[in-house]
């Protein structure tokens, strides 16, 4: 359902830009977003977007990250700048409608 790609190795201060292509119309799902996980602890949110557009960010990401689509694509974005080395997570696609969907995690490493 969900086609997740785009995490790798970056540099502190530097930017990563995540892709998630969905296998139907985009507008069929109440909501998209990314969450994270980093080992040992629970998967957070880290930022989302309505099917009508609305965009709810984790406090931590603010101003940093933005979630963003193009709905003739079937696609969300996550563009990361300014990462950190705690922004370092295995990165997930999610999407919501009735029932929870799931990307497959794709690492993004923050590190010199």
């Known amino acids: 359902q969900l086609q997740a790609s785009g995490g790798g190795l970056v540099q502190p201060g530097g930017s990563l830009k995540l892709s998630c292509v969905a296998s139907?119309?985009?507008?069929?799902?109440?909501?998209m977003g990314w969450y994270r996980q980093d080992p040992g602890k629970q998967r957070e949110l880290v930022a989302s977007?309505?099917?009508?557009?609305?965009?709810n960010y984790a406090d931590s990401v603010m101003g940093r990250f933005t979630i963003s689509r193009d709905i003739s694509m079937n696609t969300v974005y996550l563009r990361m700048n300014s990462l950190k080395p705690e922004d370092t997570a295995v990165y997930y696609c999610?999407?919501?409608?009735?029932?929870?969907?799931w990307g497959k995690g794709i690492l993004v490493t923050v590190s010199s």
């Open positions: 139907r119309n985009i507008f069929s799902f109440n909501v």
């Open positions: 977007i309505t099917s009508g557009g609305s965009t």
């Open positions: 999610h999407a919501r409608f009735v029932v929870d969907y």
